[in-house]
């Protein structure tokens, strides 16, 4: 004899409401989950450093990262920030004005509502503790 599996209200409500609306209920967890990007300039160090850190920290934030200097993102092999991933993001944490500048001029002010500068420059190797410690200190969500 199959069980029939119990579903709560609010998860019973859910799944009617993405049916009535021909919604994919994984489309909707998406768009709850909130989404931070950090952006550097060659996404090697710094970006990555926090991606990777708070990723593994705080599993229920989905998070991202990205460079903003094509040339080097394409030599390195590294993520070249896209509109996609500002569309995207909630947060965008870059680290020092002059990603902020270069994400203005490449993408306009669309998104500029959404970028804060955390002041961190590039002095740190991927992972170093002092990057993380100063990483835990200035960026909330």
């Not at 009617?16 to 994919?24: A, H, K, T």
Request: glycine letters at 2%; a positive charge.
């Amino acid at each position: 004899m199959k069980r029939k599996k119990i579903v709560s209200r609010t998860e019973f409500n859910f799944k009617v409401l993405c049916s009535i609306q021909n919604i994919n209920p994984s489309s909707i967890e998406i768009m709850l989950t909130k989404h931070i990007l950090f952006v550097c300039s060659a996404n090697k160090d710094r970006s990555r450093t926090a991606e990777d850190y708070f990723s593994q920290h705080y599993p229920d934030i989905c998070f991202d990262s990205a460079g903003t200097n094509a040339k080097i993102c394409r030599q390195l092999g590294t993520t070249y920030i896209t509109e996609n991933q500002l569309a995207v993001a909630d947060q965008v944490l870059v680290m020092e004005n002059k990603h902020r500048q270069a994400l203005l001029q490449t993408f306009g002010t669309t998104y500029a509502h959404k970028i804060s500068v955390l002041h961190i420059r590039d002095i740190y190797p991927y992972g170093a503790k002092a990057l993380i410690d100063v990483l835990r200190e200035r960026v909330s969500f």
